[in-house]
């Protein structure tokens, strides 16, 4: 129970962090004066946004304690699912409420002064790091089948394993090729969104965000996969995993304000609820967010259905290479 309460309590601090995730200049998916979060309406707004969120989870934390042991895996999925649609439903009555306050991001026409190729950032090598971790786990496992367990669980709920695997081909690799797709698909979503989207110092950072999560599922996925044989407590799995994606976060974010850069160019007419891009005659297939970090597709390139055909690939294939 300590555990599920205190992955809601990040999951709220996540969200309660939202209004500091976009650049000083963006509020709510709204371009604003970059002095605004400091006016009494901004301020205003962010209070609100935050009220309503810290209330849902508080309201989470109390159910999920009082939550019979016998529901526990219900009452955390409603917790869950309530959770994120109060706060898309607070970010979007904060959205409605800053718009009256928004300005203009002037339409800039940029060019190229230099003739040298936009080449990748030194650190994409490391990108594949994960694969040879997972390749690793492997490895460890072809090494070491006899002390695999027979049958073995492979997923737990809050009262115990509720997924198993047997000792094939299938429930001991399945997971890590999962993986492997997931990875590999992350790093080659990086790299279209370093040479999809304008040039910015925002790109290196994205990037570079999304290798880091790479090398993190890689790894969790790793150990995982190896758990079995090494018996490591699940627990700490899961805080591992949520202790290296929050310094990650903190620092994309950092980065992410202190870039003193024009904001993307993006029409506020081809924004739908501050959230979907959609312009045919935008030719980047990326552009920032403006709620959130990173890049959001441009659904008006048909490239960006392409990319969401993989993903959809990716996360279906795991039916059959997990099950």
């Not at 009452?75 to 699912?81: G, H, M, S």
Request: proline letters at 7%; glycine letters at 8%; charged letters at 15%.
């Amino acid at each position: 129970m300590k555990l599920l309460v205190s992955m809601h309590i990040f999951l709220g601090a996540v969200l309660l962090a939202i209004p500091n995730m976009t650049r000083r200049e963006i509020l709510f998916a709204v371009p604003v004066p970059p002095d605004f979060r400091q006016r009494a309406a901004g301020r205003h707004a962010i209070n609100m946004f935050r009220l309503v969120v810290a209330a849902i989870v508080l309201v989470g934390i109390g159910a999920l304690l009082l939550s019979p042991p016998q529901l526990i895996d219900t009452v955390q999925t409603v917790v869950i699912a309530g959770t994120l649609i109060c706060a898309f439903l607070a970010y979007y009555w904060q959205y409605r409420t800053v718009t009256p306050y928004a300005v203009e991001i002037p339409r800039q026409r940029t060019a190229s002064l230099t003739t040298a190729p936009d080449r990748l950032p030194w650190f994409v090598w490391l990108g594949g790091c994960p694969l040879a971790v997972l390749g690793a786990a492997a490895l460890y496992l072809y090494f070491n089948w006899d002390r695999i367990p027979e049958r073995y669980p492979v997923h737990w709920g809050f009262e115990g394993p509720n997924r198993w695997a047997n000792r094939t081909i299938k429930g001991v690799y399945g997971e890590l090729a999962f993986a492997a797709e997931l990875c590999a698909l992350l790093l080659i979503l990086g790299i279209a969104a370093w040479y999809g989207a304008r040039r910015s110092g925002s790109r290196p950072v994205i990037l570079g965000g999304i290798i880091a999560i790479e090398f993190v599922m890689g790894c969790m996925f790793a150990v995982v996969a190896v758990q079995p044989v090494l018996g490591i407590p699940v627990w700490t799995i899961m805080l591992g995993t949520v202790a290296a994606i929050i310094p990650i976060i903190v620092v994309m974010a950092s980065k992410m304000s202190q870039l003193r850069e024009p904001l993307d160019p993006t029409p506020r007419e081809c924004w739908k609820a501050g959230v979907i891009y959609y312009n045919p005659n935008d030719p980047v297939l990326f552009v920032e967010k403006r709620g959130g970090l990173g890049y959001t597709f441009n659904f008006g390139n048909r490239w960006s259905w392409v990319l969401i055909a993989g993903l959809a690939v990716v996360v279906a294939s795991a039916v059959f290479v997990t099950s």
